[in-house]
T-cell receptor, first 110, second 113 residues
Framework: DAKTTQPPSMDCAEGRAANLPCNHS???????VYWYRQIHSQGPQYIIH???NNETNEMASLIITEDRKSSTLILPHATLRDTAVYYC???????????FGTGTSLTVIP | KAGVTQTPRYLIKTRGQQVTLSCSPI?????VSWYQQTPGQGLQFLFE???????NKGNFPGRFSGRQFSNSRSEMNVSTLELGDSALYLC????????????FGPGTRLTVL
């Protein structure tokens, strides 16, 4: 089952950075942190993942604390199209199940 | 490259009936996972197939079953439908079972009356 804790909802002003926190205090050494998002009426979409180093791609940045018990997804310049439910997931590198939990509903405000 | 397709997109059934949903993965992807999404329970893992074998199964009753064909297409079946089975059923494909990225289809919206 889901091993992450996320705030149920957040707001962010358009053009500002959106920082979405996730707590995964029971994460194991071989488990990665994944982020997906689900825009209304669509299937979830992969954003980024990481093990212990910070990661960045064209969509977002992932900051993982040194003890790996929490992480933050950063959308550097939020747009209205970033309004979605964001899921933080931990999964072993040899695992094949994604446990999505309830996620954070992010609303980007004009 | 075509995405994951699911058919039908919408379905209405009555209690006690059975239903079969279909998923065609992205070409070259051999792993197919199924999820159920409801407002109350969120997104829950049903099962995953890789190379025609069920690799993992979530905590759902035996009324929920699935299979995968040699071309990686997958079907899931729900027998003796209950009102609580009303949900969005999502299929996701990936190159392998342990791939980092799963690609989701648009889902099948099942309504049980």
């Amino acid at each position: 089952d889901a091993k992450t804790t996320q705030p149920p909802s957040m707001d962010c002003a358009e053009g500002r950075a959106a920082n979405l926190p996730c707590n995964h205090s029971t994460i194991s050494g071989n488990e990665y942190v994944y982020w997906y998002r689900q825009i209304h009426s669509q299937g979830p979409q992969y954003i980024i993942h990481g093990l212990k180093n910070n990661e960045t791609n064209e969509m977002a940045s992932l900051i993982i604390t040194e003890d790996r018990k929490s992480s933050t997804l950063i959308l550097p310049h939020a747009t209205l199209r970033d309004t979605a439910v964001y899921y933080c997931i931990v999964r072993a590198n040899n695992g094949n199940q994604f446990y999505f939990g309830t996620g954070t509903s992010l609303t980007v405000i004009p | 490259k075509a995405g994951v397709t699911q058919t039908p997109r919408y379905l209405i059934k009555t209690r006690g009936q059975q239903v079969t949903l279909s998923c065609s993965p992205i070409s070259g992807h051999r792993s197919v996972s199924w999820y159920q999404q409801t407002p109350g329970q969120g997104l829950q893992f049903l099962f995953e197939y890789f190379s025609e074998t069920q690799r993992n199964k979530g905590n759902f009753p035996g009324r929920f079953s699935g299979r995968q064909f040699s071309n990686s297409r997958s079907e899931m079946n729900v027998s003796t439908l209950e009102l609580g089975d009303s949900a969005l059923y999502l299929c996701a494909s990936s190159i392998t079972s342990t791939a980092n990225e799963q690609f989701f289809g648009p889902g099948t919206r099942l309504t049980v009356l």
